[in-house]
T-cell receptor
């Protein structure tokens, strides 16, 4: 199957700093990428949908100025958590889909801990 | 609006016994149905999907799922469970096109030796 990578896999940062998470599709071109957030023992919550070359579409309740998404190429999307606070600590997972295909492939996730 | 229900938070099964993880869905059009598995501190791994065609879908690691339109169900099954199948399983649905998946809340499967 298709491979999606995320970097970093784990990050610890101080409150007030910004953190960038990268999501890459390694062996296919992803026309659309999705960013999810998962709290412990809970399901995935969709944060935003990112299409290459256009602005991301954010789900209701997700602050677009806090969670900046850039999908500059067909293989890379980035999520920047700006001015992170402890409540932003979570597991962030990206997924990617190629045009015309049905299956979303997921990255391994990034665990963010804000102190 | 699409939705997915996984009625069981936890399923326990003895190794070698058959397992079933339940999923029902609600979608306005024809459903695209998926099962994913998540191991601790890992992302989601794709298991299988139903788009069209045969109602019985076979996927990775010996898992299969049956699409039942009348009952709007897509239960995940395996004839003989392994301890290594212990993980968190998510059912998901979406419409056609590049729309995002809507996930169920997950079912934790525990296979006991």
């Amino acid at each position: 199957g298709a491979v999606v990578s995320q970097h970093p896999s784990r990050v610890i940062c101080k409150s007030g700093t910004s953190v960038k998470i990268e999501c890459r599709s390694l062996d296919f071109q992803a026309t659309t990428m999705f960013w999810y957030r998962q709290f412990p023992k809970q399901s995935l919550m969709l944060m935003a949908t990112s299409n290459e070359g256009s602005k991301a579409t954010y789900e209701q309740g997700v602050e677009k100025d806090k969670f900046l998404i850039n999908h500059a190429s067909l293989t890379l999307s980035t999520l920047t958590v700006t001015s992170a606070h402890p409540e932003d600590s979570s597991f962030y997972i990206c997924s990617a889909i190629a045009g015309g295909l049905e299956t979303q492939y997921f990255g391994p996730g990034t665990r963010l801990l804000v102190l | 609006a699409q939705s997915v229900a996984q009625p069981e938070d936890q399923v326990n099964v003895a190794e070698g016994n058959p397992l079933t993880v339940k999923c029902t869905y609600s979608v306005s059009g024809n459903p695209y149905l998926f099962w994913y598995v998540q191991y601790p501190n890992r992302g989601l791994q794709f298991l299988l999907k139903y788009i069209t065609g045969d109602n019985l879908v076979k996927g990775s690691y010996g898992f299969e799922a049956e699409f039942n339109k009348s009952q709007t169900s897509f239960h995940l099954k395996k004839p003989s469970a392994l301890v290594s199948d212990s993980a968190l399983y998510f059912c998901a649905v979406r419409d056609a096109g590049n729309t995002p998946l809507v996930f169920g809340k997950g079912t934790r499967l525990s296979v006991i030796a």
